[in-house]
């Protein structure tokens, strides 16, 4: 961890991919014809740093295929501090069998009852984190 200004600290790769593997609710962004979409998403992450997500045809698949540039956060808090990670890359639906089979190992369902039977996988390019420490806002001067 890189201490920061105001109780700010980043968080370092390892950290981030540490928290990423604890959790497993997320969210992605993601733009296709100058929109942005954010969407819920339960995920995994496997040995090779990448983020899976399972998910149905519709609007997600459709702007994945438009623009495969995505950012994926994650975040939480407690009662003494807060936290996020942003992971930036590349989606990618996985169309192999074997690479299928591979993500299918993960364990991941979905949540609902619904029929999500379409793999995405995020090939990370970036990825940040920082923790901020909670407390009563400063006096004014």
Not at 42 to 69: C, H, Q, W
Request: proline letters at 5%; one cysteine or more; glycine letters at 8%.
């Amino acid at each position: 961890m890189v201490m920061g200004f105001g109780g700010i600290t980043e968080l370092t790769a390892d950290e981030c991919w540490q928290l990423l593997r604890s959790h497993n609710l997320g969210r992605i962004a993601a733009s296709a014809a100058g929109l942005v979409d954010i969407f819920p998403i339960n995920y995994a992450v496997d040995d090779s740093m990448a983020v899976y997500f399972r998910t149905a045809p519709g609007t997600k698949l459709l702007e994945l295929a438009i623009n495969d540039r995505v950012a994926f956060e994650i975040d939480g808090v407690d009662r003494a501090d807060a936290w996020s990670v942003v992971v930036k890359g590349r989606a990618e639906r996985l169309e192999r069998q074997s690479e299928v089979d591979i993500a299918e190992r993960l364990g991941l369902s979905p949540w609902i009852p619904s029929l999500r039977y379409r793999w995405v996988r995020i090939r990370p390019t970036d990825i940040a984190g920082r923790r901020f420490a909670l407390g009563p806002e400063p006096a004014h001067v």
